[in-house]
């Protein structure tokens, strides 16, 4: 019952578990079992999910976001980047931390504004794609490298972008890493982070929970069947703290202490909020449902961007944020 109060594991959890376990098998779940907590974390983003899984595979929501951050559905925030910061530059370097597969590097990289853009990741898979990829691209000038971020000597040399790409939160101490970042940059560079900054490990207030609820019951049903089983998302739970350790324990981890750590080290020069209260947890494991481009799609896809804007006004903040900071 003690674990049920604190929310350490909850019947979402087991209801996820099984989902999962019907998708990939039990080798996938084996993944969640390591003891030692790297293999985790790399069984995590190691993983490729298919149907869609994951709002960010919705294409209405990334031309959302391109609007919330740019202004301009078509435009991406590193081609707003490129076009409002970096016009008429040449030659610039770029340090990426945590790049993942290395899709805005290469963003940055097609803009012809870098001599060198060195990305490095935990993950030996994500990098091999994203070095696959960058050569099919003709990307030369991107170094993709399998790196640790706590062993990294950032003062080894200077940038003129330092770029977070959904990685700081992923990290312990967050206030130390930030400090450690600005030895990499020059009086002139900038840091750029699209961030998750909400709640650590995505333990959200009951009060959000009984709002996203309501919007979930307004969507009609048959856009809220879950991929590959035939039920229905019919509740939207905070993952128990359990699940999200085992899981992956890096997720979210302090994810809090972001923003602080960036405006405490940072001159803020640009911070735009994008939203996700709602629509983060709303979408998974429905988003298959919401890949179409009919207007019925378009429509429900309209009505939630308004219910999360009016629920990001509630609650005075956003769990996603663009920002662009300079070293003070």
Partial sequence: ?????????????FLDAYIRLRDRGWQYMKTKLHLRLSSRILGTWEDTELPPANWWQIPAMQEHWNEKISGDKNVTYPMYVASRYLSGKQGLTMLSVGCGSGGREMEFGATGLFSVIDAFDFTPKCIAEAKAEAKKRGLSMINFFVGDTYKFDFSAKQYDIILFEHSLHHFKNVDSIVKKVKTAMHPSSLLVANEYVGADRFQFPKQRLFDSDLVL????????????????????????????????????????????????????????????????????????????????TNEIMKFLFLEEDRLVEKEGQHDFLFGVYAKE
Avoid: C
């Fill in 1 to 13: 019952i003690a674990l049920f109060i604190m929310n350490l594991l909850n019947f979402g959890d």
């Fill in 217 to 296: 019951h307004k969507i009609p049903k048959k856009f809220r069947q879950r991929r590959l089983q035939g039920f229905f998302k019919n509740r939207i739970y905070s993952p128990g703290l359990w699940r999200v350790i085992q899981s992956d324990p890096s997720e979210a981890v302090e994810s809090s202490t972001v923003l602080p750590a960036l405006r405490a080290h940072f001159k803020v020069v640009e911070e735009r909020g994008w939203g996700g209260n709602l629509l983060h947890f709303l979408l998974k494991d429905i988003t298959h449902n919401f890949t179409g481009i009919d207007p019925e």
